[in-house]
């Protein structure tokens, strides 16, 4: 995403586009995600208008405002948990965000099989979340 550089400084203008490349690094949304970065790069624009240029600033307001939306990444951890009270499915393959909120459980026969599902359900489950996001920020 680029800014408009007629209508900054070359101090400013570079303020903004470092401030937002560590916003959208932070966050970890990425080049192809061009919703998002708009929405930031809006989110900078309105608060330079009114003559915001401190890089702090707009990083934190341009979070805060995602944040709000529930439109951020968010970060998925898996792990295997053995069950050995169970003998047709002994292990557990366990998805949560990296705050502890339970997404998923799969049973699984072995615990190589479980730590394939981890990493499967990761997949699917961070791609349903990205798209989630692109189409909120629409």
């Given at each position: ?54 890089p702090e600033r707009l990083k934190t307001h341009a979070i805060s ?74």
């Amino acid at each position: 995403m680029k800014f408009p550089q007629g209508s900054y400084s070359d101090e400013q203008f570079a303020v903004i586009q470092t401030a937002f490349e560590n916003v959208c690094t932070e966050l970890g949304i990425g080049e192809t995600e061009t919703k998002l970065r708009e929405y930031v790069a809006q989110t900078f624009m309105a608060l330079t208008k009114d003559g915001q240029y401190d890089p702090e600033r707009l990083k934190t307001h341009a979070i805060s405002r995602l944040q709000k939306l529930d439109i951020r990444p968010v970060k998925f951890c898996g792990e295997v948990m053995a069950r050995p009270d169970d003998e047709q499915f002994p292990f557990l393959a366990i998805i949560r965000t990296s705050a502890g909120k339970l997404v998923a459980v799969q049973s699984a026969q072995s615990e190589e099989h479980a730590q394939v599902l981890v990493h499967e359900l990761i997949v699917v489950i961070e791609g349903a979340a990205s798209k989630a996001r692109r189409d909120q920020a629409h």
